[in-house]
């Protein structure tokens, strides 16, 4: 279920990654609540990615599911 909350809370914030010409997509959720990702596209070359995944893509996660600890890349 907490994979599921995560896949629709990934929904919310991939319009934002498309529209910079990159993607978003889960590669898996741990019990820890480890949340791991792979950006794709111009997301998966750009020097300001961990930016985007720290600030942007967890901290949402965090705040609309507090179950998540942390994303990181896969």
């Known amino acids: 279920m907490l994979t599921e909350k995560v896949q629709r809370a990934i929904q919310d914030v991939r319009p934002s990654l498309q529209a910079d010409g990159g993607d978003i997509e889960l590669v898996s959720v741990g019990d820890d609540g480890v949340v791991k990702v ?16 720290k600030q942007g893509v967890e901290s949402y996660l965090k705040k609309m599911i507090p179950e998540v600890t942390s994303v990181v890349q896969a």
């Open 38 to 53: 792979r950006l794709t596209g111009a997301c998966g070359s750009c020097p300001m990615s961990v930016m985007t995944l």
